[in-house]
Nanobody, 123 residues
Framework: QVQLVESGGGLVQAGGSLKLSCGVS????????MAWFRQPPGKEREFVAT????????QYTDSVKGRFTISRDNAKHTVSLQMNNLKPEDTAVYYC????????????????WGQGTQVTVST
């Protein structure tokens, strides 16, 4: 079956960095766009970043542009999110997601999801 497993979350001070990774199995990885979403405490899930099958297409939500970088390794079936200059408002559960076809920022179009990893940014 399809599995997406996130790792790399944790507690970090404001201004610090974390790298999230998501290992994917059970699907033809190059046929899928990948994305990261997050759900802050008490809020709805929101889009963070997405990447197309070969990495040429990438999109970010405005609040993370210049600080976060999404990447993928098609040989290893992984997608990563490098997060720099973290802010307290980045605190959330971060989810990896996959959809067949082009990358989109609409969570309802994503078919497969990971279980999430907690990122907490302290002041």
């Amino acid at each position: 079956q399809v599995q997406l497993v996130e790792s790399g979350g944790g507690l970090v001070q404001a201004g610090g960095s974390l790298k999230l990774s998501c290992g994917v199995s059970g699907l033809t990885f190059i046929n899928y766009a990948m994305a990261w979403f997050r759900q802050p405490p008490g809020k709805e899930r929101e889009f963070v970043a997405t990447i197309g099958w070969n990495g040429a297409l990438r999109q970010y939500t405005d609040s993370v542009k210049g600080r976060f970088t999404i990447s993928r390794d098609n040989a290893k079936h992984t997608v990563s999110l490098q997060m720099n200059n973290l802010k307290p408002e980045d605190t959330a559960v971060y989810y990896c997601a996959a959809r067949s076809g082009a990358p989109k920022n609409d969570s309802s179009t994503y078919t497969f999801w990971g279980q999430g990893t907690q990122v907490t940014v302290s002041t």
